[in-house]
């Protein structure tokens, strides 16, 4: 039963997306230093890696790896130690449903993008478990603070992508690259923009990034809830929130900037790395906004979800609607 | 929350909203990386909203009132440097004129211009370091590495005309520090600035203009930090008064008001330029003041370069320095605000007490009064928009 | 009598007549009575508004720290605290310096947080540096000085640490005057 060849092409496939993922999200975050560094007029990672630094990340895992595994004496000793697991698992999970060609998807779920935001909320769950379990007003407060911000984003987000799917006409993945190539215009153009906007505002609130950074502010609650954590634990969470901005780049590159295809390259064999293309001038985007903008406060960044975002969204799905039934 | 038929009860509803949430006391410092240095608040918080504030001050109390008693008038300068780091020169520049006023003694006109080189140099210096630091704390860290590249030039200028980048210790009784060498019998010019001094203060001072303009852009024009400092940490004019909060923060709340145009004790009446005043004395005002202060002082060291008079760097005064008995009082603009020395000399070697009356002092003592029913995240712009040290708040 | 000097006596002349004024070398000092501390400034707000310090000297013939004051033939210092506090306004600058004596035995005066709220820290500090009481004050607890510090550090008759250990050198300056060769 074990060498089932269902199970094995599942193993398989699951090991792949795991090299895939943690690879993808240590280059962003090798990106993240270099072209920052770049846009403030510094010089970034350089010695490790022969003068390019690429080598930085992983000198960093590594260097986190051998630290010492520190719990605070009042933690909830069991739920700390479960927060940073249940961080990386959600975001990993949405993975499942990312197609890096028609063929090259860990299962083309019929539920598709449903799924994907389903599972994207469990970070929330983490981070409420992190900021309780650390027996530290200040990580409270980040805690706090960080699931307030997402319920808050979480709306505009999944309302953006109704559009999307109204549109579509499918919750699959694989068959929303399909309508998009069937109407010859990635949905960012073809009709989405407004949803493009929303959906990557919501996201980089939903990651945590400036302008939207509130629950990590460094300079007032040092680290927020993650500020206990040290070691292999504080590697999950940092790679979390990397994976989580891969994922998200890579959700708003199928739904609104036509994933895989290119016109003129066969899917088969260019497909993912056009996908990935897309996903990296998505992550440049977000790295940008990270290192030129302020962060906004608390209640003006909730202003801002709610009476802004959400009326907007809701708007979108309206107008696609009735746009869906004319045309 | 529904019982029986699935009808919300209304009285389960209004516990709820009444629920009492006991007050948290928040520790904020004394580490803590947006304070300046050692100072703590103990604030009593609601949620996010603060009930009351009670600032401690005094970590890093050094006595400098009393040292000042121990040391000889030239001795004195090397400690009070040391108050408002930032400023440098712009500490020691009072102590000394109240010293030569008890004198008699007047500092030659090339010492007293670049005495105000110097110090509106320090004033750039301090108020970019404000620049890249106010941002940084609002979540923008790139202003940080704009600014701070800037202010090295200015440094390094500095350094090789005193000596020291931050503590320069420069000032002397009659004048500013001679230039080494030129013996008994010589009568060769001696060199007294470094060579290209005034050709490069020139240029970083062009350099410094064009950092405030990216500034315009990048900070000043961005929606979210007017966003985070418009309307936040007002201090009305009065109260600004009532409390002496002097220096930018009151020129952030209306007031024009600034001691180099109306003190003497530096030919500041020589240079031509404006004073920026805000409107509201929010953050973003008191921010704007700042910004604009270092274009004018970039305005009066060009001035300064241009106009330096030749001449020698420090009066006569004999070897032993002896200051007759009296009392003065001489205060000048620090970038913090007003920076003055009460002299009290009874004939001694040293000054019988030395009054520092310290800008930064008086700036935070009206942080009980304006953090209250503020929320958390603004204690951070508020306590920015500020500009404190802690050396100038505890000395 | 200057002009801003008789102004500034029409301003105080019914609270406090008994008034020395002194000006020299820029700086305007008023002496006024320790009953009249408050009511003299409370009569000179509306001209000065600006609070901008608050302290004491310690005048003592003996000193601990320093050198003894210089005295005239047959002068006699006479000791006591001498609470300082200086005003001014925003408009040209014009700015005051109020003093009253205080004896020693009595070390008491009355708070001037009623007047001006920007009072609150320097008494805080006068009073632990001096040990001057100020009747009235809110919370008159230390600012600066640590909990259990015994002593009032500014008194001159408080010794420094150091200079009992090894006494003050003096005047032992290492850079070179002009004319020294």
């Known amino acids: 039963m074990i060498f089932d060849g269902f199970w094995v092409l599942l193993g398989v496939k699951l090991l792949a997306l795991t090299v895939v993922v943690i690879g993808g999200s240590l280059v962003i975050i090798y990106a993240e230093l270099k072209v920052g560094a770049h846009m403030q007029n510094r010089v970034g990672p350089y010695y490790a890696g022969v003068r390019w630094g690429w080598a930085q990340p992983l000198a960093d895992a590594v260097k986190f790896l051998q630290k010492e595994d520190l719990v605070p004496a009042d933690a909830d000793t069991k739920v700390f130690k479960a927060a940073p697991m249940v961080s990386l698992m959600g975001t990993m999970a949405v993975f499942v449903i990312v197609p890096f060609s028609p063929k090259l998807i860990v299962r083309d779920l019929d539920l598709g993008i449903f799924y994907a935001l389903a599972a994207s909320s469990l970070g929330t769950l983490a981070m409420l478990m992190a900021g309780w379990s650390s027996a530290n007003k200040f990580s409270l407060m980040g805690g706090l603070r960080a699931a307030a911000q997402l319920i808050a984003y979480e709306l505009p987000m999944v309302l953006a992508v109704v559009g999307v799917v109204i549109q579509a006409g499918t919750l699959s993945m694989v068959q929303i690259v399909d309508a998009q190539v069937a109407l010859g215009l990635p949905y960012v153009i073809g009709g989405q923009a407004v949803g493009f906007f929303i959906f990557v505002t919501a996201s980089l609130a939903e990651l945590s990034r400036t302008p939207f950074d509130m629950p990590i502010a460094e300079s007032e609650l040092v680290s927020g809830y993650m500020t206990e954590y040290s070691g292999i634990r504080f590697t999950m969470f940092y790679l979390a929130e990397y994976a989580g901005l891969f994922a998200a780049a890579a959700i708003a590159s199928t739904l609104f900037l036509g994933g895989y295809h290119f016109p003129g390259l066969d899917v088969e064999v260019w497909g993912p790395f056009v996908l990935l293309a897309k996903v990296g001038a998505l992550a440049f985007l977000m790295i940008w906004f990270r290192w030129t903008w302020p962060r906004l406060r608390e209640d003006q960044l909730q202003s801002f979800a709610w009476r802004w975002l959400v009326p907007l969204a809701l708007a979108n799905i309206v107008v696609t609607a009735v746009l869906k039934v004319a045309l | ?395 | ?181």
């Open chain 2, 1 to 395: 929350m529904s019982s029986g038929g699935g009808r919300v009860l209304h009285s389960e509803a209004r516990v709820s909203v009444e629920l009492q949430t006991p007050e948290m006391t928040l520790n904020i410092g004394p580490q803590h990386p947006s304070t300046h240095g050692v100072l703590r608040l103990v604030a009593k918080v609601d949620g996010e909203r603060i009930d009351s504030v009670e600032p401690v001050v005094g970590y890093m109390h050094r006595g400098y009132e009393k040292l000042a008693e121990v040391r000889t008038y030239p001795q004195v300068t090397a400690l009070l440097n040391r108050i408002d780091w930032t400023a440098g020169l712009a500490n020691e520049v009072p102590f000394i004129i109240a010293a030569e006023r008890l004198m008699g003694v007047e500092a030659p006109p090339r010492a007293q211009y670049l005495r105000i080189m110097l110090t509106e140099m320090f004033r750039i210096s301090a108020h970019l370091l404000f620049l890249s630091s106010y941002p940084l704390e609002l979540g923008a860290s790139t202003p940080l590495m704009y600014a701070l590249r800037e202010r090295e030039h200015v440094l390094d200028l500095i350094e090789g005309v005193t000596g020291g980048r931050f503590h320069p210790n420069f000032n002397r009784i009659g004048g500013v520090k001679p230039a080494a060498g030129g013996g008994k019998g010589q009568r060769t010019v001696v060199q007294d600035l470094p060579e290209g001094f005034l050709e490069g203060t020139r240029r970083a001072m062009a350099k410094v203009s064009a950092v405030c303009d990216d500034m315009e852009a990048l900070v000043r024009g961005n929606e979210i930090f007017q966003q985070r400092t418009k309307g936040v940490g007002i201090i009305p004019a009065e109260k600004a008064l009532e409390y002496g909060v002097s220096g930018p923060n009151l020129r952030g709340s209306g007031v024009r008001f600034d001691l180099r145009k109306v003190e003497a004790h530096l030919p500041y009446d020589r240079f031509d330029f404006e004073i920026p005043v805000g409107e509201n004395g929010d953050c973003f005002d008191r921010y704007v003041v700042r910004l604009e202060e270092i274009r004018q002082a970039a305005r009066i060291v060009v001035q300064a370069v241009d106009g330096i008079p030749d001449g020698p760097l420090r009066a006569k005064v004999p070897r032993v320095i002896k200051v007759p008995k009296g009392e003065c009082y001489v205060r000048a603009e620090n970038p913090k605000g007003e920076m003055g020395y009460y002299l009290v000399s009874t004939g001694g070697r040293g000054p019988y007490r030395v009054k520092i009356r310290s800008a930064s002092f008086s700036n935070i003592s009206v942080l009980p009064w304006l953090l209250e029913g503020v929320l958390v995240p603004d204690i951070i712009a508020i306590l920015g928009s500020l500009d404190f040290v802690l050396g100038d708040v505890d000395r």
């Open chain 3, 1 to 181: 009598m200057s002009p801003s000097e008789s102004r500034l006596r029409d301003l105080i002349s019914d609270v406090c007549p008994s008034a020395v004024w002194r000006e020299e070398l820029g700086t305007a000092k008023l002496s006024i009575a320790r009953s009249d501390w408050v009511e003299a400034h409370r009569a000179l707000k509306s001209r000065f508004p600006f609070f901008s310090w608050l302290s004491a000297i310690d005048w003592a013939a003996e000193v601990a720290v320093g050198d003894a004051p210089e005295m005239e033939e047959g002068e006699q210092m006479v000791e006591r605290f001498e609470v300082l506090s200086r005003i001014s306004d925003v408009s040209d600058g014009d700015g005051l310096i109020l003093s009253t004596d205080v004896p020693k035995e009595d070390a008491c005066v009355d708070s001037l947080t009623g007047v001006y709220a920007g009072a609150d820290w320097h008494e805080r500090e006068a009073a632990e540096m001096f040990g001057i009481d100020f009747i009235g004050h809110p919370n008159l607890v230390g600012l600066y000085l640590p909990d259990g510090f015994v002593g009032h550090p500014l008194r001159k008759s408080y010794a420094l640490l150091s200079r009992e250990v090894k006494p003050w050198p003096g005047d032992v300056d290492v850079e070179p005057r002009e004319g020294d060769g």
